[in-house]
């Protein structure tokens, strides 16, 4: 299996512009997460799925930020307008509802810097 | 106050060294306790997994839970120097979700 597969890796862009990060999750997988990886707040929990619903959207910073999930292999996170203070590591996970460990897998993350 | 507190470091060891981290938490309906390794602009890993109290031991690597004082640690025996990461807590309550709630991380050098 290729794993999680994100992109793009990296988006340099600048205020003001629409943001749209895209997220493959392994295949079978029944949840979805997106994360946030700043810094000053370590791993931050945004948004996560359930077979392509989304149940937990209180991560979310603001109404900038949406979340969706069309199918069970495809997932967007989308920030219009962006701000710098948006600039941050994403991550995308995914993981079986039947796991002993609960194990996450996460992609390799999109770098956004917003100038 | 954050549920998971960890010493964010940064903590820079020599090769062979015993490396201990750690975590604290204030939610007691935690059960399952993770810890996470991070290489430089990549994704993290699970790297150790334990339920409930006890320890728990993976070549150079064991894991401690201490539920009665809220404290989990990670060992690392003779530390070399591709342990050089970012070592990430992780924990999570029952329930089918079982949404982890992650430490800041600790960034380890081992040098060489």
């Known amino acids: 299996d290729a794993g999680v597969i994100q992109s793009p890796r990296h988006e340099v862009t600048e205020m003001g512009q629409e943001v749209t990060l895209r997220c493959k999750p392994i295949?079978?997988?029944?949840?979805l997460f997106w994360y946030r990886q700043t810094m000053m707040r370590g791993l931050e929990l945004l948004i996560y799925f359930n077979n392509n619903v989304p149940i937990d959207d209180s991560g979310m910073p603001e109404d900038r930020f949406s979340a969706k999930m069309p199918n069970a292999s495809f997932s967007t996170l989308k920030i219009q307008p962006s701000e710098p203070r948006d600039s941050a590591v994403y991550f995308c996970?995914?993981?079986?509802?039947?796991?002993?460990?609960?194990?996450?897998?996460f992609g390799e993350g999109s770098r956004l810097t917003v100038l | 106050q954050k549920e998971v507190e960890q010493d964010p470091g940064p903590l820079s060891v020599p090769e062979g060294a015993i490396v201990s981290l750690n975590c604290t938490y204030s939610?007691?309906?935690?059960?399952?306790f993770m810890w996470y390794r991070q290489y430089s602009r990549k994704g993290p890993e699970l790297l150790m997994y334990t339920y409930s109290s006890g320890n728990k031991e993976d070549g150079r690597f064991t894991a401690q839970v201490d539920k009665s004082s809220k404290y989990i640690s990670l060992f690392i025996r003779d530390s070399q120097p591709s342990d050089s990461a970012t070592y990430l807590c992780?924990?999570?309550?029952?329930?089918?979700?079982?949404?982890?709630?992650f430490g800041s991380g600790t960034q380890l050098t081992v040098l060489p």
């Open positions: 992780a924990m999570s309550a029952k329930g089918s979700a079982r949404q982890l709630t």
């Open positions: 295949s079978g997988h029944d949840y």
């Open positions: 939610n007691s309906a935690f059960q399952y």
């Open positions: 996970a995914s993981r079986l509802l039947r796991s002993n460990t609960g194990e996450l897998f």
